[in-house]
T-cell receptor, first 113, second 113 residues
Framework: NAGVMQNPRHLVRRRGQEARLRCSPMKGHSHVYWYRQLPEEGLKFMVYLQKENIIDESGMPKERFSAEFPKEGPSILRIQQVVRGDSAAYFC???????????FGQGTRLTVV | TQLLEQSPQFLSIQEGENLTVYCNSSSVFSSLQWYRQEPGEGPVLLVTVVTGGEVKKLKRLTFQFGDARKDSSLHITAAQPGDTGLYLCAGPSGRPNAGKSTFGDGTTLTVKP
């Protein structure tokens, strides 16, 4: 679990600002999954990426949210013009192949004020 | 849409007691995973069950996958305060090899010393 690095751990943004969440996969992992978790709820799938490709974005809101996983560097989840409803914990999980065990980072807790 | 329902939602017990939490679905899953999540942390994978009727033991934790692969249970013997956390079940969702998981909303377990 410690191998998947997310930063920042906590992020506070005012309404209308942009939030950028970063996820560095565990060494050797090329699959990244982003999930959102509201208080006392389970994780809700957002997007699945491989290097330079979005494989499945069926859980992403249609507007303001985007994700990328470039050839070099971490995966980025970007939220533009944040609203209070975006406040949540955002987790990424990484793995080596589809439908196998994925390992989670410690999450980024976004608070929109 | 494949849904996973977990029960109970909350469970508070004394140290030394036994407990069972459940994960149920109307859909068949090729595998199910159990995670434990502590406050402020990401989910940590405990076990994956793949065969109907399978039973796996991890120290004081016993995991069972239903014969029809629609449900699973987690039994903890002689619970300890260190077992406190959110227990989540998850299974692969969507089209085959979609690479994403559906999570239940979890059982929040509190073990009092």
């Amino acid at each position: 679990n410690a191998g998947v690095m997310q930063n920042p751990r906590h992020l506070v943004r005012r309404r209308g600002q942009e939030a950028r969440l970063r996820c560095s996969p565990m060494k050797g992992h090329s699959h990244v999954y982003w999930y959102r978790q509201l208080p006392e709820e389970g994780l809700k799938f957002m997007v699945y990426l491989q290097k330079e490709n979005i494989i499945d974005e069926s859980g992403m809101p249609k507007e303001r949210f985007s994700a990328e996983f470039p050839k070099e560097g971490p995966s980025i989840l970007r939220i533009q013009q944040v609203v209070r409803g975006d406040s949540a914990a955002y987790f990424c999980a990484t793995g080596t192949a589809m439908n196998t065990e994925a390992f989670f980072g410690q999450g980024t807790r976004l608070t929109v004020v | 849409t494949q849904l996973l329902e977990q029960s109970p939602q909350f469970l508070s017990i004394q140290e030394g007691e036994n407990l069972t939490v459940y994960c149920n679905s109307s859909s068949v899953f090729s595998s199910l995973q159990w995670y434990r999540q502590e406050p402020g942390e990401g989910p940590v994978l405990l076990v994956t069950v793949v065969t109907g009727g399978e039973v796996k033991k991890l120290k004081r934790l016993t995991f069972q996958f239903g014969d029809a692969r629609k449900d699973s249970s987690l039994h903890i013997t002689a619970a300890q305060p260190g077992d406190t956390g959110l227990y989540l079940c998850a299974g692969p969702s969507g089209r085959p090899n979609a690479g994403k998981s559906t999570f239940g909303d979890g059982t929040t377990l509190t073990v009092k010393p």
